[in-house]
């Protein structure tokens, strides 16, 4: 089976703009988590999509937002974008209690 | 707030020795995961121990779980060069969200 796949790899945007990034998971799998991982935080959890329907999610401002589609294809979205949300989106899709991770969306804001 | 703490921060050792890493969480959890993060990639999932679990080998891995100190251990024994990365524990709690560590990172002398 085809691994987990992030698109872009790298992104550079400016303040203020928005970006919107896609994952597809395994086949199959019908859960994606997206995190954000930074060297202050560390990994921290962004949310969880289980069949199209937001499961849970985590302490981030309401400029996060993501979906899933019917094909359990999911896209994050951050608006108004900071400086601090510069980091690496890692989207991992999961099977039972195993989750199995993208290579991530490296993300600069300038 | 990060449920799972890893230690030490950082872990250095000679080739062929056996390194342990060590993970405290808080609260109680169904199940607790190891993860290895080569730099700036996608994390790979190692193994699994569940509540009702004391320990469990994966190879050259050997992870225990301790409930009653809310603390698990992984023991990567006779270590390689490619074990350098980082290692993170993941902890599931009851609302089922996977919540990281901010990691140990292992770097293996030559």
């Known amino acids: 089976k085809a691994g987990v796949t992030q698109t872009p790899r790298y992104l550079i945007k400016t303040r203020g703009q928005q970006v919107t990034l896609s994952c597809s998971p395994i086949s199959g799998h019908r859960s994606v988590s997206w995190y954000q991982q930074t060297p202050g935080q560390g990994l921290q959890f962004l949310f969880e999509?289980?069949?199209?329907?937001?499961?849970n999610k985590g302490n981030f401002p309401g400029r996060f937002s993501g979906r899933q589609f019917s094909n359990s294809r999911s896209e994050m979205n951050v608006s108004t974008l900071e400086l601090g949300d510069s980091a690496l989106y890692l989207c991992a899709s999961r099977f039972a209690y195993e989750q199995y991770f993208g290579p991530g969306t490296r993300l600069t804001v300038t | 707030s990060q449920q799972g703490e890893e230690d030490p921060q950082a872990l250095s050792i000679q080739e062929g020795e056996n390194a342990t890493m060590n993970c405290s969480y808080k609260?109680?959890?169904?199940?607790l995961q190891w993860y290895r993060q080569n730099s700036g990639r996608g994390l790979v999932h190692l193994i699994l121990i569940r509540s009702n679990e004391r320990e469990k080998h994966s190879g050259r891995l050997r992870v225990t779980l301790d409930t009653s100190k809310k603390s698990s251990s992984l023991l990567i024994t006779a270590s390689r060069a490619a074990d350098t990365a980082s290692y993170f524990c993941?902890?599931?709690?009851?609302?089922?969200?996977?919540?990281f560590g901010k990691g140990t990172r292992l770097h293996i002398l030559p």
């Open positions: 999509y289980f069949s199209e329907t937001q499961r």
């Open positions: 609260t109680s959890i169904n199940n």
């Open positions: 993941a902890t599931d709690a009851s609302d089922d969200k996977i919540i």
